[in-house]
C-alpha cells in the first residue's frame, strides 16, 4: 500500500522564478492538504482541496495556488518566488468520509525548496 | 498570540528519566487534539490522540485541559529512540474541517 509520495524530493530556484510540487495521496484517500514548514518551525497550513475545490485556506498569498485532479492528486504552485518561500513542503492526505480521523493526517516526506 | 505555543526545548534527559512537554492553544472552539512525532528531516506522524479523560498509550500519557486550553505529554521510561521533535497539534475551531494547526515543536534528546 503507497504511502503518501511527493515530487521532486528537492529542488533549487531563484527570486521571481515559479515552481510546481505534486503530490499523490495515500490509497484510499480523498483529502489532499498542503503545509509549510520552514527551519525550526511546525508545519503552517496553506490548504486543502477535496472534490477537485480548496475548501479551506491558510495565511498564504495568492502567489500560492493548487490543484486537485479526478484521481485526488495534488499540485502546489508558487509564483514569483521570495527567498523566504525557503521550505519542506509537506504534502498530507486523509479522507472526509473516514469519521474518527478527523485529525490523522498522513504526510509525505516533502519537498525541500531553497530560492536564491 | 501563536494559536498553538510550546516551549522548544531542546530537553536533554537521561535514558530512562520521566519529561513531560506543555502546549496551551488560543481557540476555545478548538475540537479536537493531537501529538504528533517529527524525526530530523523526516515528515510528521500521529503519536496519539488527545482526549479529556485522559490517554495512555505505553509509556506515554497525554492531558487536555479544556477550561485551562492545556495539552500535555508525558514520556515515562525515555529511551534513545524517543529523541525527536514533538508537535502539538489542534484540530478544528474557526474554519473547521480538517485543518491542523501546529506548534512550533518541543526538541526532545535523549542521552545515554
Known amino acids: 500500500d503507497a504511502g503518501v509520495t511527493q515530487s521532486p524530493t528537492h529542488l533549487i530556484k531563484t527570486r521571481g522564478q515559479q515552481v510546481t510540487l505534486r503530490c499523490s495521496p495515500k490509497?484510499?484517500?480523498?483529502?489532499v492538504s498542503w503545509y509549510q514548514q520552514a527551519l525550526g518551525q511546525g508545519p503552517q497550513f496553506i490548504f486543502q482541496?477535496?472534490?477537485?475545490?480548496?475548501?479551506q485556506r491558510g495565511n498564504f498569498p495568492d502567489r500560492f495556488s493548487g490543484h486537485q485532479f479526478p484521481n485526488y492528486s495534488s499540485e502546489l504552485n508558487v509564483n514569483a518566488l521570495l527567498l523566504g518561500d525557503s521550505a519542506l513542503y509537506l504534502c498530507?492526505?486523509?479522507?472526509?468520509?473516514?469519521?474518527?480521523?478527523?485529525?490523522?493526517?498522513?504526510f509525505g516526506e516533502g519537498s525541500r525548496l531553497t530560492v536564491l | 498570540r501563536k494559536e498553538v505555543e510550546q516551549d522548544p526545548g531542546p530537553f536533554n534527559v537521561p535514558e530512562g528519566a520521566t519529561v513531560a512537554f506543555n502546549c496551551t492553544y488560543s481557540?476555545?472552539?478548538?475540537?479536537?487534539f493531537f501529538w504528533y512525532r517529527q524525526d530530523c528531516r523526516k515528515e510528521p506522524k500521529l503519536l496519539m490522540s488527545v482526549y479529556s479523560s485522559g490517554n495512555e498509550d505505553g509509556r506515554f500519557t497525554a492531558q487536555l485541559n479544556r477550561a485551562s486550553q492545556y495539552i500535555s505529554l508525558l514520556i515515562r521510561d525515555s529511551k534513545l529512540s524517543d529523541s525527536a521533535t514533538y508537535l502539538c497539534v489542534v484540530n478544528g475551531g474557526a474554519g473547521g474541517g480538517n485543518k491542523l494547526t501546529f506548534g512550533t515543536g518541543t526538541q526532545l534528546k535523549v542521552e545515554l
Open positions: 481557540n476555545s472552539a478548538s475540537q479536537s
Open positions: 490509497s484510499g484517500h480523498d483529502t
Open positions: 498530507a492526505s486523509s479522507s472526509i468520509s473516514l469519521a474518527g480521523n478527523a485529525g490523522e493526517l498522513f
Open positions: 482541496y477535496y472534490e477537485e475545490e480548496e475548501r
